[in-house]
């Protein structure tokens, strides 16, 4: 295992917010490449055990379907997409409950990707999207029935603002989803070197824990809160996406070289076993 280092293509300064732009040149540049070889489900996936050999396609749409199911949606709400990568779970999203969808994302490319992506399902007049900053929102107050934030809620600068927002757009008894990277504790001094290295090269300022979820809801008026750490069952993703990337590799090294891919497989595969890195699923009520 190759020691840690800072991926010279996104190191930023440890604790910095990272802007609009530090998150769009991740996905619009290495994200490009994990998108290739994972799939169009940018995210996570979910195992319910070991003996549990669902591929990286089923996994992905498990994870997708536990958010759906937490939304309850019906056909005809509006519900927004915070954080919306190329769209593909929103679009699973319509297709399995006639909900209208509005996703926004700091990436002109995830947009431009993402509607392409709803043309093409002959879905473009249920499912939008749009280049728009998550901490100061264009939309008016209730104007959504529910919300999720689908592994974004890490790239905020500051997800109680997010929240804030999310809570002040949908409506009261409006539904919110969020799958999200956490850190998970107590945090030993190798597993600190883990969460410090993902926060300085994946424009994260820092990873939320389970009880900080819970007092930025509460105080943002989400009631009938459920959280549920399911790192046991999606941590095999980090793993099984360096096995996947392995086979884009001549990409990556002509993106970052080398000795910097070895180091970003290598990473992945650290990630996967330092248990302070967890994940979490979870769902809450707008008061």
Request: charge should be negative; include cysteine.
């Amino acid at each position: 295992m190759s020691a840690i280092t800072n991926d010279a293509e996104f190191d930023m300064t440890l604790g910095q917010s990272p802007a609009p732009s530090d998150v769009a040149d991740v996905y619009d540049g290495i994200g490009q490449i994990y998108g290739a070889a994972w799939g169009p489900n940018y995210h996570y996936g979910y195992w319910d055990d070991d003996n549990d050999h669902a591929s990286i396609e089923a996994a992905t749409d498990r994870l997708t379907d536990m958010m759906i199911d937490g939304l309850r949606g019906q056909s005809g709400q509006r519900v927004l997409d915070v954080g919306c990568g190329i769209g593909h779970p929103a679009l699973r999203l319509v297709q399995k409950s006639g909900v209208d969808v509005v996703g926004i994302s700091v990436s002109h490319v995830q947009v431009a990707q993402a509607n392409e992506l709803a043309a093409g399902a002959g879905l473009a007049d249920k499912a939008t999207f749009q280049f728009t900053d998550a901490m100061d929102m264009p939309f008016a107050d209730g104007s959504f029935d529910s919300a999720w934030a689908f592994e974004s809620m890490w790239h905020m600068p500051d997800r109680a603002q997010v929240l804030s927002e999310i809570s002040r757009v949908v409506r009261s008894g409006g539904r919110l989803a969020i799958a999200d990277v956490i850190e998970r504790g107590p945090v030993s001094p190798e597993g600190r070197k883990v969460l410090d290295h993902v926060c300085a090269n994946y424009a994260v300022k820092s990873l939320g824990t389970i009880e900080e979820y819970r007092e930025a809801l509460a105080a943002n008026g989400f009631v009938d809160v459920d959280i549920r750490d399911v790192t046991a069952n999606c941590n095999r993703t980090l793993a099984v996406m360096a096995d996947a990337v392995e086979t884009r590799r001549d990409e990556l090294n002509a993106l970052v070289g080398e000795e910097q891919a070895q180091s970003l497989l290598d990473f992945m595969r650290l990630s996967a076993v330092t248990p302070e890195q967890g994940y979490v699923f979870l769902t809450a009520t707008r008061a």
